[in-house]
């Protein structure tokens, strides 16, 4: 049973597109995120919600929104999708404190 | 400057090798010192956790944390093809956010 699951896993769209992406844990914890991998590998926070709170939001434009209907799901609309949006992103969720976090497997966005 | 440098390699080694990964951090807050290993097309998973300064070992990896120095290490010993993956430190201080490091791609040719 999967702990973290987001999908789609692949999305190709043309560019000025809207879509989501979905984000579910079954773990109990009580935070969640959006992180985005560029091709270079470094992980950028996005978002954060705490029990269904946004509680980080870096510098993103705001095509970008994120919704947490409960706490265990957080998604994620892109709207007007641009090329410098093709990335992979990854949704993780972690309990309040000093331990880690468990992250999707990521979704592979293409934007052409 | 940021506030966790890590070499983002490649590192390439032969398998059996001794396999050392490295990150530096400038912030002395940082307590909670981590590791994760992210293979091709998929997510982080967590490799070791370590609070405060000293070693961790589990099984063939070790950590290493020197907060006088701040400096943080993974060893692999006895590497296999199989670890071959991009490895990312990462840490948190009081305020539990998770700053993460560059991430190193290791490569263990056979």
Known sequence: DTAVSQTPKYLVTQMGNDKSIKCEQNLGHDTMYWYKQDSKKFLKIMFSYNNKELIINETVPNRFSPKSPDKAHL???????????????????????PGGYTFGSGTRLTVV | ?????????????????????????????????????????????????????????????????????????????????????????AMKGSNYQLIWGAGTKLIIKP
């Not at chain 1, 998604?75 to 404190?97: K, M, P, R």
């Not at chain 2, 961790?56 to 692999?76: M, P, W």
């Open chain 2, 1 to 89: 400057q940021k506030e966790v440098e890590q070499d983002p390699g490649p590192l390439s080694v032969p398998e059996g090798a001794i396999v050392s990964l490295n990150c530096t951090y400038s912030n002395s807050a940082f307590q909670y010192f981590m590791w994760y290993r992210q293979y091709s097309r998929k997510g982080p998973e967590l490799l070791m956790y370590t609070y405060s300064s000293g070693n961790k070992e589990d099984g063939r990896f070790t950590a290493q944390v020197d907060k006088s120095s701040k400096y943080i290490s993974l060893f692999i010993r006895d590497s296999q093809p199989s670890d071959s993956a991009t490895y990312l430190c």
């Open chain 1, 75 to 97: 998604n994620l609309h892109i709207n007007s999708l641009e090329l410098g949006d093709s990335a992979v992103y990854f949704c993780a969720s972690s309990q309040t404190g």
